[in-house]
C-alpha cells in the first residue's frame, strides 16, 4: 500500500484535529499513514503568551523526508487569506526537492481553518496547492461525494478543494463532526489515489 504524509501547522489545536482525521481516512483505505507537523518559528515565550497549543503529540518534520511518501496533505490555518509563515518557511526549504523533481508525479491535498465562513478558507487552499503544483504533485480535493459541504442546517467547512473548519474568531469552536467526516473522505480519497499509483 502507498505511504501517506499528514503535514500540517496548527497554532491552536484545530488544523491538528483536522490533520488526525484525514489520517484516520487514509489508514481505512489501507495506507500507511504519518502524521507530522512543521517547526514553530513564534520563539516560545510569545507562543505561550497567546496559549498556542504545546502538547501537540506528532513529530516535527524536515523537508528530506518529504521525498520518502507517495502522498502528502498539507494543512495550515489562514493568515489573512493565505498560507501561514510556519508552513511557508517550512516548504521554502524544500528548493533542493523541487530542483531534483523528487515530488514529481506524487499526490497532494491541502486542508485548512479560517476563523469565519469567509475568512479566506478557498484562497489559503490555493496557496497550498500552488506549492504542491510547483513540486509536480497531482492534487486531489473533497469532491461533492461528501455530501456534507451542502448542508444548510448548520455552519460548516468543507471545499472541492480540500477539508476545512471554521474555528471562531476565539478559537472556541472545535471541527465538527461533519467537518471531520469531510477531513476523512478527503483522506480516503487521497489514499486510494495514491495506492492506484504506487501501491
Known amino acids: 500500500m502507498s505511504k501517506v504524509l499528514v503535514l500540517y501547522y496548527s497554532s491552536y489545536g484545530h488544523v491538528e484535529a483536522l490533520a488526525d482525521a484525514i489520517a484516520d481516512g487514509a489508514r481505512a483505505a489501507g495506507a500507511t499513514v504519518d502524521v507530522k507537523r512543521v517547526p514553530e518559528t513564534v520563539p516560545l515565550e510569545v507562543a505561550k503568551g497567546a496559549y498556542f497549543k504545546l502538547d501537540q503529540k506528532a513529530p516535527v518534520a524536515t523537508v528530506a523526508e518529504l521525498a520518502d511518501?507517495?502522498?502528502i496533505v498539507v494543512g495550515t490555518p489562514t493568515r489573512?487569506?493565505?498560507?501561514?509563515?510556519?508552513m511557508a518557511s517550512f516548504l521554502d526549504q524544500a528548493g533542493s526537492l523541487w530542483l531534483s523533481g523528487a515530488l514529481n508525479g506524487k499526490i497532494g491535498g491541502a486542508f485548512t481553518s479560517t476563523a469565519s465562513?469567509?475568512?479566506g478558507q478557498e484562497t489559503t487552499l490555493f496557496s497550498i496547492i500552488t506549492n504542491l503544483m510547483h513540486f509536480g504533485m497531482?492534487?486531489?480535493g473533497l469532491p461533492y461525494s461528501h455530501q456534507g459541504q451542502m448542508t444548510l442546517d448548520e455552519i460548516t467547512g468543507g471545499a472541492p478543494y480540500g477539508a476545512t473548519?471554521?474555528?471562531g474568531g476565539q478559537g472556541?469552536?472545535?471541527?465538527s463532526e461533519n467537518e471531520l467526516a469531510g477531513a476523512r473522505h478527503q483522506g480516503e480519497l487521497i489514499a486510494k489515489t495514491a495506492n492506484k499509483l504506487f501501491a
Open 117 to 119: 465562513q469567509h475568512g
Open 69 to 71: 511518501y507517495d502522498a
Open 165 to 167: 473548519t471554521v474555528a
Open 80 to 86: 489573512f487569506g493565505r498560507i501561514s509563515s510556519q
Open 172 to 175: 472556541q469552536r472545535q471541527p
Open 138 to 140: 497531482t492534487i486531489v
